[in-house]
């Protein structure tokens, strides 16, 4: 016995395992010992770490530990608002990255919240209310309809007992509970109908239950548990930007050391040598780097609030751009949450109904046409069953809204259910054909209910009405079905022969194979002097009417949005708790699955592979079905294992360990969970999986965008060394004294790059496959076009530095200084030049040069920056600077030109290369 699992016990074993009276419970003696012995019920936090702690953490990040040797030298060299500036900058990014993290950790709390606060429970046989963190294993529970179940609890009484676990399963309708035993060895979580769950809501009926697990032992606790054990990913951006920092501190010391040296061989004056190389060094690394992929991303995420996405971690945003699958929760977020009633069978008829989750709007369409409803007798006896027999209640609520052209306020409807979903679908079918509760309120008195229960599986309510009295019922259609003596057919009561049952069971069939929720109604009428005992005089002898099939239905966006998906080489993939049959024809419906096929698994397939066989098999697997919160994160890691870059998205309870683990967790901001949000780092404030493709181009945009100036900061500084180096090499005078270094730094480091972050994406973007997991900083030819550029500018300025000074007299000091003057004009106009050129991967002359305003008034102000230090007098003796004449802007305009007329004819003239051709969803073809 005490190795059976507590569904697999029945009631008695139970209680007898827990040592429980069955009318006393637990002593208060007994209790305080076992609340001793096991804890608390309520969920640990884990271990904390101290604000001060996790704000140090921030520093010791390689790029920072880069800046902070910027700072020191920036204000060795006197340029202490540079040092400043830098500061400023690792602060900012300490702030930022602690208030992230300390945000993300309210997860846990946000679990506790949903753990019921008080509990009704039988201790010395008196009936107290607790708090629900004192009840301990074998505390005998009673719960009824609107409780919070608040601890993992075996029933042990049901009456017509239904609770609602979506947050923990997945499943999308309230789950019947009963307190049978169950034979099976593995019961998938969602099947586990005789235990209730801490954290879930019960909807209907009541119940008693004894507390089997507490605390962290309970499910929930299990996923907090999840969550706790669960790193963090660090995101691609974070990666590449720590790779980056590592490559330009030993690229940039390597390149200045030389320099130095060499110029100190060949005569130079060592302490001048050395400022210059130190200059070279700041110059070399770009300190606004940070700042500058900071303010892209800030800027990314207000664009993101705009299309419907809050972002709540910053580089998730870039994340998403290279996002290879999309695991998507299928309940609440590719779905409605909402059951419909899309289908009637009627007389051997299939009427379509149209309408969008609980909207009273929509029509009965019979072969595309409209159905009068008014001539049809069968329809509106089923209308009037569908509301009669119902609990259900339609809510109309009205909130203030603003329209976005006008500032004036009116009032938004919502629609919404207050009860049973099943039940509200088919309230909602009657208010679409006009039969309202209002309406037949009037006409219709209730007198009589039997409710439904696991064994019957239908309800039946007796009404009053003008003329006499009705009998409404509704069940699962095999078991009406013995109900029925006759049926209406063809708007006439007659003989239910064993043909036309036949008839029915086939269209239930066809119905549930397509996932439809299927229903059968029936009535009979009585006269008021007609006598009954039970239910089964009434229900006996029933005029069988048809059938309803009611669905989750798919949201309206979301297969436009797959389809995007996937033309972006995306994988879409459906993890849910729902039953397989319904999964996969909801993914169908969505374009999810390949019309060439792909695997579905469940939850107990999942329990029979090992880590290597899932691994082997999730490139094909499209659907899983049936899974549990320990499935989710399995087959997140399965896919990173992969090499792929996980998005997860849902909004459950259940949801909340596997969003942590994910590359990028995204949240339903409506229907999600505190917890999931916490956990998350992207939340959808309209719900709306099409959102995630918003996020995605954004996300793919801003990368580029960082590239872009990457690209343009590193040409631009190799540009500076190599003008350095190859002077120095041989043997020449200084074409750039330390100041003119920083002060070219300053002036192309700063709006330029900053105006590229902003810039707008080329039109090809969504077209092409996701950037790989692993992909280097450099990829795509990047680093070939850094080195390329950055040594044309090099020598390009060096042939405007040894024109003008050959031109003088040798060894003149006022002919170096001209040459200089050339050399740094000539330096600042190329990289001027080159940051259009960066627009484009493929040259300047693909994308219009006055389409970012933006860049176009920061190159102007960095042009006017330059002006001043050559013509304000006050100026020149700083930056040993002369005014130039127009042949040397004729000589500064050519060379600074050269380097991207050379690289634009190159592009112009070489083949584009071939795209690969983006296959559907996984990385390699599907075999079966």
């Not at 009669?388 to 976005?404: D, G, P, S």
């Amino acid at each position: 016995m005490s190795q059976k699992k507590w569904y697999q016990m029945t009631a008695e074993e139970i209680m007898q395992s827990q040592q429980i009276h069955p009318s006393k419970g637990l002593s208060s003696e007994e209790a305080q010992k076992r609340l001793d012995e096991h804890g608390r019920n309520e969920l640990s936090e884990g271990a904390k770490i101290s604000p001060i702690a996790l704000f140090l953490n921030q520093f010791k990040d390689f790029m920072v530990l880069v800046l902070m040797g910027a700072t020191l030298i920036s204000g060795l060299l006197g340029e202490y608002l540079d040092a400043v500036t830098i500061i400023a900058i690792i602060i900012m990014n300490g702030i930022l990255g602690f208030v992230q993290e300390f945000r993300a950790e309210r997860s846990l709390r946000a679990l506790k919240e949903l753990s019921a606060p008080h509990a009704k429970v039988l201790r010395d046989g008196t009936l107290f209310q607790i708090p629900a963190r004192d009840l301990v294993p074998g505390d005998l529970v009673l719960l009824e309809s609107g409780d919070r179940i608040p601890a993992d609890i075996r029933f042990v009484d049901a009456n017509s007992l239904y609770a609602e676990e979506s947050a923990l399963t997945g499943e999308s309708v309230p789950v019947n509970k009963h307190t049978d035993a169950l034979n099976s060895e593995e019961v998938p979580l969602g099947d586990q109908r005789n235990l209730g769950f801490m954290g879930t809501m019960i909807t209907r009926g009541t119940a008693r239950g004894i507390v089997v697990r507490t605390g962290m032992n309970t499910e929930m606790g299990k996923i907090a548990d999840l969550i706790q054990s669960t790193e963090s990913m660090e995101t691609p951006l974070q990666h590449r930007l720590e790779q980056l920092g590592k490559i330009l501190i030993i690229v940039a010391l390597a390149l200045t050391v030389v320099v130095v040296i060499a110029g100190i061989v060949h005569g130079q004056e060592p302490y001048g040598m050395f400022l210059a190389g130190v200059s070279l060094a700041v110059a070399a690394i770009p300190e606004g780097l940070p700042a500058i992929v900071t303010i892209a991303l800030a800027l990314g995420v207000q664009r993101m609030i705009q299309r419907k996405a809050i972002v709540r971690k910053l580089p998730s945003v870039e994340t998403l751009g290279c996002a290879s699958v999309i695991c998507s929760d299928k309940t609440g977020t590719l779905t409605q949450n909402k059951m419909t009633v899309t289908h009637l069978w009627l007389g051997g008829h299939v009427l379509e109904v149209t309408g969008d989750g609980y909207d009273p709007r929509g029509d009965i369409l019979s072969s595309g046409n409209q159905v009068d409803i008014h001539n049809n007798l069968m329809l509106n006896r089923l209308l009037q069953v569908s509301v009669l027999c119902n609990n259900a209640v339609l809510v109309e609520e009205k909130t203030e809204a603003k329209r976005k052209k006008q500032a004036t306020e009116e009032l938004a409807i919502s629609w919404n259910i207050k009860g049973d979903p099943t039940e509200g679908a088919l309230v909602v079918l009657g208010a679409k054909a006009g039969t309202t509760q209002q309406l037949m309120g009037g006409q219709f008195n209730r007198i009589g209910e039997f409710p439904f229960d696991s064994e019957r599986k239908r309800m039946t309510v007796l009404v009053d009405h003008q003329g006499g009295r009705m009998v409404c019922t509704k069940g699962a259609p095999d078991l009406l079905l013995h109900k029925c003596s006759y049926v209406l057919w063809d708007d006439k009561v007659i003989p239910f022969t064993t043909t036309l049952k036949q008839k029915v069971l086939a269209a239930n069939e066809g119905m549930a194979k397509n996932a439809l929720r299927v229903l059968g109604l029936a009535y009979r009428d009585l006269k008021v002097t007609d006598s009954y005992a039970d239910e089964d005089e009434v229900e006996m002898g029933l005029v069988f009417i048809g059938l309803t099939g009611m669905i989750d239905p798919p949201r309206k966006e979301v297969r436009e949005a797959i389809t995007k998906c996937r033309k972006a080489g995306i994988k879409t993939v459906m993890i849910t708790g729902d039953h397989q049959g319904t999964a996969e024809a909801i993914a169908k419906q969505l374009g999810i699955l390949p019309p060439n096929g792909g695997l579905a698994l469940n939850g107990q397939q999942l329990n029979q592979l090992s880590d290597d066989e899932l691994d082997d098999r999730v490139e094909d697997a499209y659907v899983y079905a049936r899974v549990s919160p320990e499935h989710k994160l399995r087959i997140v890691k399965s896919l990173q294992r992969k090499g792929h870059v996980v998005a997860m998205t849902g909004d459950g309870v259940n949801d909340a360990p596997a969003i942590k683990a994910a590359d990028i967790g995204i949240a339903m901001g409506i229907s999600g969970t505190d917890v999931t949000k916490e956990a998350a780092a992207l939340v959808l404030s309209d719900d709306n999986f099409a959102s995630i493709v918003a996020a995605i181009e954004e996300g793919r945009g801003i990368y580029e965008n960082i590239r872009k100036f990457i690209r343009y900061l590193l040409a631009s500084n190799v540009g500076e060394i190599m003008t350095m180096f190859l002077a120095m090499m041989a043997g020449l005078p200084l074409p750039l004294i330390p100041i003119q270094i920083l002060w070219v730094n300053l002036v192309t480091d700063g709006l330029p790059a900053m105006a590229l972050g902003v810039d707008q994406a080329e039109k090809d973007l969504m077209q092409q496959k996701p950037r790989g997991a692993r992909e280097n900083i450099f990829a795509r030819r990047l680093g070939w076009k850094i080195i390329s550029r950055g040594i044309l500018i090099g020598l390009c300025t060096l042939a405007a530095f040894l024109i003008v000074l050959y031109q003088g007299p040798k060894g003149d000091a006022v002919t170096l200084v001209h040459a200089q003057t050339v050399a740094f004009a000539t330096l600042v106009m190329a990289q001027l030049i080159h940051v259009f050129d960066c627009r484009s991967s493929r040259s300047i002359f693909h994308r219009n040069p006055l389409q970012n305003g933006y860049l176009v008034l920061a190159v102007i102000s960095s042009l006017l920056l330059m002006l001043a230090v050559l013509y304000i007098e006050q100026l020149q003796p700083i930056f040993k600077t002369v005014p130039l004449g127009w042949q040397d802007w004729i000589i500064v305009l050519v060379f600074a030109g050269i380097p991207t007329f050379l690289m634009g004819i190159g592009s112009v003239m070489s083949k584009p290369a071939k795209r690969k051709p983006i296959r559907y969803g996984s990385a390699k073809p599907i075999t079966r």
